[in-house]
């Protein structure tokens, strides 16, 4: 997993889950993350490419205001499926536009 923004990169399962297990405790209650997918498409048989969206927004302590958008980022990420289902085996982050 590849952070553009900030020059980082994470390899490996146990990596990425220390690096978000340290940072999400840290990021206020109000905060949420939300993803989609804005298009998949089959490079080869058992491989994906996937393209998306990121955003976090943060909710206001008015329940009735609209959440805020807080960051946003675009997201490629290249899947596998290994015959037990579907894996993560690159992931790049970038500053949406």
């Known amino acids: 997993m590849t952070f553009f923004d900030r020059d980082q990169t994470l390899t490996g399962r146990d ?4 690096e ?12 949420e993350h939300r ?14 490419a996937v ?8 909710h206001l302590d008015d329940p009735a205001a609209t959440p805020e958008l807080y960051r946003a980022f675009r997201v490629l990420s290249i899947l596998t499926n290994d015959g037990h289902g579907w894996r993560f085996r690159e992931m790049r982050i970038y500053p949406a536009q």
């Open 51 to 58: 393209d998306g969206t990121v955003e976090v927004v943060r």
């Open 20 to 31: 978000f297990s340290t940072r999400f405790p840290n990021i206020a209650p109000p905060y």
């Open 35 to 48: 993803s989609t997918v804005t298009r998949a498409r089959v490079v080869a048989h058992g491989v994906l």
């Open 15 to 18: 990596a990425i889950r220390a």
